[in-house]
């Protein structure tokens, strides 16, 4: 049992109508492991990770998360987005509540947690994230990176098992990206199973067990760290390298 | 005094009266000709004014029969005088009015706890409208602790006004949230049909709508839908619900799509995506157009009138249409727009608090 993996994606094709935005990927994440996505935009990262809690439906192939298997019973979805946090580029927190409801409606709501219970957690993943006196103001008081960090919080309050990335740092200015990369850093070595989408090379080297380089809806380059970034063997992905590692 | 110093810094600058007039002048006496249209426009304002209230006030003759409004040259209040009974009661049975007004305060009294955020809790406005309307039904209808039966027929006046307006929201509301719900559903058949049920109506008019259901339903299905009031308010909701749910689909439209993903992301089902973060982000975003359609239909709510109903404006045709206040007719409209403008703009300068209170929270 032990060896079952977090993530299974086999032979996933997605289409948005004639476009073909995802052919053939196959993708294998085991649990505790942290997998950063990188490559050119539109080569369908954010579309690869959003199939996997399904903000978007696959056209053919198979998503399994935990073991179970993503269709249309929306029971099972339910199910897997319980287990399964995301962080998105533009934070979306609920601009009508405080931090605090933001953090603690989800595991009021889906988990059943009592209020108080609920708001104690909060608390607790906001410092965490090292903005507990910010609790009761509202997103729209905060700044990006502050806002991105409660983001985080509110993921981690459904107590997940899996938490995505999708370019959580590419939205901020850059004073405030490494105030968010610390907080993943160190959700990292807790060893919380990821999947990263973002283009902070230096955040990919020091966390990543596996870095994977997209281009046009495929999988094309699948390494270690030190052998992506030291010896890639492709390609577009010496040209993606050069581009990106040139800022 | 102790406020103007408050806002003046106390060593203002010595020159400071003569800045206001500096700027008083440069606005609205730059050139000769503007000081004179200035000066024109003051006169004519001035003018309309002082024949106002000369009308309204000064020449107005407030109690008395027709008799004394006669010799009078300003206006005819003694009209409202004699009539306010019928104006705001209808024909409900004289020795009984204390029920009417009760009635009618009660639903103000429910409708202005209802606009304190301190009660904004699904429970509490849910206790608060359901004591509101038994009690109102209670007053109204009687026929249990003593009190006499009024049939509906009876009703009338600003109390029924308010009473179809009032139930005309609470049904139509939900309905226009369940319409603009539909016509988002991700199963085409359904938002088609939705989309074809709110452009229907509001491709008809009103008094079409109010026709249909008060006159030609009891001809082709007698007893359907209950009684006639009843049957016009459904219509009223029906009509309202059309337009409402327009308004709060938009407001919907405007929210950025990552706040839905957000939710589905932390595994909130439908109901609750909506009922946590769309539909308040969406009311938020739709307050000024949401409050204007309060409005209208608060004005639309005269349209009963033609089919038999005896609202507020019915009962002031009727108060002054009985031959002797024939005259008053201005007067007793004049009255009613000033009843109207009361409730229409105090909806108004609500909404704007709300809008100030919510603009905090975003
Ligand atoms: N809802 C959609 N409808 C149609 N096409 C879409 C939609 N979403 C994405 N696409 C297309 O699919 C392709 C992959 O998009 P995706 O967002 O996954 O790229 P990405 O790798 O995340 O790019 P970026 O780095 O810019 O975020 C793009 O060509 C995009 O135009
Ligand atoms: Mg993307």
């Known amino acids: 049992m032990t060896a079952q993996p977090a993530i299974r994606i086999d032979r996933l094709d997605k289409f948005y109508g004639h476009y073909q935005a995802l052919s053939q990927v196959s993708l294998s994440v085991a649990k505790g492991e942290k997998v950063v996505i990188c490559g050119p935009s539109g080569s369908g990262k954010s579309t690869l990770i959003r199939c996997i809690n399904r903000l978007e439906e696959h056209d053919a192939g198979t998503i399994d998360v935990l073991g179970t298997p993503l269709d249309d019973r929306t029971a099972q979805i339910d199910g897997i987005r319980r287990e399964v946090g995301m962080v998105f580029q533009n934070f979306n927190l609920f601009p009508h509540m405080t931090i605090l409801e933001n953090c603690a409606m989800a595991p009021m709501l889906v988990r059943r947690q009592p209020r108080r219970e609920a708001e104690a957690a909060a608390m607790h993943f906001l410092e965490k994230v090292r903005i507990p006196e910010q609790a009761l103001k509202y997103p729209g008081e905060l700044s990006g990176g502050q806002q991105q960090r409660v983001a985080i919080a509110r993921a981690l309050c459904m107590r997940p098992t899996i938490m995505l990335f999708d370019e959580p740092t590419s939205a901020l200015d850059p004073e405030m990206v490494s105030e968010v990369l610390d907080v993943m850093v160190a959700l990292a070595k807790e060893g919380m199973t990821m999947v990263c989408v973002t283009h902070e090379m230096g955040f990919a080297r020091q966390v990543a067990d596996r870095v994977i380089f997209m281009d046009r809806g495929t999988i094309v380059e699948t390494a270690p760290p030190g052998a992506f970034f030291g010896n890639p063997r492709h390609e577009r992905t010496r040209a993606f390298l050069s581009q990106v590692l040139a800022h | ?362």
């Open chain 2, 1 to 362: 005094m102790s406020e103007v110093s408050g806002d003046l810094p106390l060593d203002a600058p010595a020159g400071r009266g003569s800045a206001v007039y500096d700027d008083l002048k440069s606005r609205f006496f730059p050139t000769p000709l503007s000081g004179l249209a200035t000066l024109a426009g003051l006169a004519l304002a001035g003018w309309i004014l002082w024949h106002a209230l000369q009308w309204a006030l000064f020449d107005a003759v407030f109690t008395g029969p027709p008799e004394a409004c006669r010799e009078a040259a300003g206006a005819c209040w003694a009209v409202i005088h004699a009539r306010w009974r019928l104006m705001f009661f209808g024909l409900y049975p004289h020795e009984e009015h204390w029920r009417s007004a009760l009635a009618c305060l009660l639903f103000l009294g429910v409708i202005g706890a209802s606009c304190m955020p301190r009660l904004w809790q699904a429970g509490r406005l849910a206790v608060l409208w359901i004591a509101g309307f038994a009690g109102f039904l209670l007053l109204m209808r009687g026929g249990v602790l003593g009190l006499s039966y009024v049939p509906q027929e009876k009703w009338g006046g600003l109390t029924l006004s308010i009473f179809i307006f009032v139930a005309t929201v609470l049904i139509g509301m939900p309905l226009a949230v369940a319409l603009a719900l539909l016509r988002r559903a991700s199963l085409p058949l359904v938002a088609r049909l939705a989309g074809l049920l709110i452009d229907g109506i509001r491709s008809l008019p009103l008094i079409t709508i109010l026709f249909a259901l008060a006159v030609v339903l009891p001809i082709l299905a007698p007893g359907a839908l209950g009684s006639k009031l009843t049957r016009v308010i459904l219509g009223m909701a029906l009509f309202f619900a059309a337009y409402q749910a327009e308004i709060i689909r938009s407001g919907i439209q405007s929210l950025p799509a990552g706040q839905e993903e957000a939710a589905k992301a932390l595994g909130l089902h439908y109901w609750r995506r909506m009922a946590k973060v769309i539909l308040p982000q969406a009311f938020r975003r739709a307050l000024p157009p949401t409050i204007s359609q309060l409005a209208i239909i608060f004005m639309e709510v005269a349209m009963v009138m033609i089919v038999g109903i005896f609202d507020f404006l019915a009962s002031g045709n009727a108060a002054y249409g009985s031959g002797e206040w024939n005259f008053a007719n201005v007067e007793v409209y004049v009255f009613i727009a000033l009843v109207y403008f009361v409730f229409v703009f105090s909806l108004s300068r609500y909404g704007a608090y709300l809008e100030r209170r919510m603009r905090v929270g975003k």
